[in-house]
């Protein structure tokens, strides 16, 4: 178990040995993650599935790729439940076992039962400050798919509402065939 208490550096976050707790470094500290559960899981499996049909030939998505960034001027490695990244931002021919060296488009993050959407908020507009083009936060108990944007805005998708973005060409997807393809409804 990584002491939660020692300030680290970049460096010797990225160093820590892997154990069975993902941590995200926040204000150079480790922050251990929540443990996810079976909504968050199948959800998470869905989502990726769903994108990884999307994006063949043109990115890679990953789950539970720590990503690093730099939040209010400081280091900051997130580990987002998804990521997207496309091939022009991170080549094909790139295959190493690390850290995720650039900024994705898309970062997905699923609400446990123990956090707050609240919570969210203020991680997406880091994650957009911090050069993520779109970030989209699930809340399995709404069954809602809430999309922010760089320009502030953000939007709530329920049901059969068509989530879809210039800034994905190509990428189309309802709350409900995510939800449906998690077996959630």
């Known amino acids: 178990m990584v002491n939660t208490r020692t300030t680290l550096t970049l460096e010797e976050f990225l160093n820590l040995p892997e154990n069975d707790v993902n941590y995200e470094f926040v204000d ?16 998470q499996l869905a989502l990726g599935l769903l994108i990884r049909l999307w994006c063949k ?14 939040r209010q001027g400081k280091d900051w490695v ?3 439940d998804l990521t997207y990244i496309s091939y022009e931002r991170l080549p ?17 993050e699923i609400i446990s039962p123990d956090q707050t959407i609240k919570e969210f908020e203020e ?37 059969n509402m068509l989530i879809v973005n ?12 995510v939800f449906e393809e998690a077996d959630l409804i």
């Open 92 to 108: 094909a021919s790139w295959k190493r076992n690390e850290a995720c060296p650039a900024i994705p488009e898309l970062v997905i």
């Open 123 to 159: 991680k997406a507009k880091d994650y957009l400050a911090a050069g993520v083009s779109i970030v989209w936060v699930v809340d399995p108990e709404a069954v809602s798919i809430r999309v922010f944007l760089p320009d502030g805005s953000s939007q709530v998708y329920t049901d």
């Open 28 to 43: 150079g500290q480790a922050v251990p993650k929540v443990s996810p559960k079976f909504f968050h899981s199948t959800l």
């Open 166 to 177: 210039p800034l994905l060409p190509g990428l189309e997807l309802t709350t409900r065939q």
């Open 78 to 80: 997130p580990v987002p």
């Open 57 to 70: 030939g043109k990115g890679r998505v990953g789950t539970e790729w720590t990503v690093i960034l730099k």
